[in-house]
């Protein structure tokens, strides 16, 4: 069984920054892919960056270079720290986990063969 519950969202001015938090409840999480996805409001879900279980991290191009993923192995929790943020990245943010090779955690597809989901939590960008 894997729970996965996401905090630390909010509001935030243009420029600013914000850390998510996504606590990992399952047996063996370092065998996991993880990853962080974002939905605006009436658009289509999209993958954000992915935490593969040898610990190497992709992200999508629109976040690379603002955006870090990291885990505290200890803790089981998934870190999103977002920088320089824009309006454009306004949404639900979400985490999620799967039990899938390491090759198939380079993007979003992976939800589609096992994927876990948290409930999200709000980034508002002004």
């Known amino acids: 069984h894997v729970q996965l519950v996401e905090s630390g969202g909010g509001s935030v001015q243009a420029g600013g920054s914000l850390r998510l938090s996504c606590a990992v409840s399952?047996?063996?999480?370092?065998?996991?892919?993880l990853g962080w996805f974002r939905q605006a409001s009436g658009k289509e879900r999209e993958w954000v960056g992915s935490?593969?279980?040898?610990?190497?991290?992709n992200y999508a191009h629109s976040v690379k270079g603002r955006f870090v993923i990291s885990k505290d192995n200890r803790k089981n929790i998934l870190y999103l720290q977002m920088n320089s943020l824009t309006p454009e990245d306004t949404a639900m943010y979400f985490c999620?986990?799967?039990?899938?090779?390491?090759?198939?955690?380079?993007?979003?597809?992976?939800?589609?063969?096992?994927?876990?989901w948290g409930q999200g939590t709000q980034v508002t960008v002004s």
């Open positions: 399952v047996s063996s999480a370092n065998d996991y892919c």
């Open positions: 999620a986990a799967g039990l899938v090779p390491s090759a198939a955690c380079t993007n979003g597809g992976w939800t589609n063969r096992d994927g876990r």
């Open positions: 935490l593969d279980s040898d610990g190497r991290i």
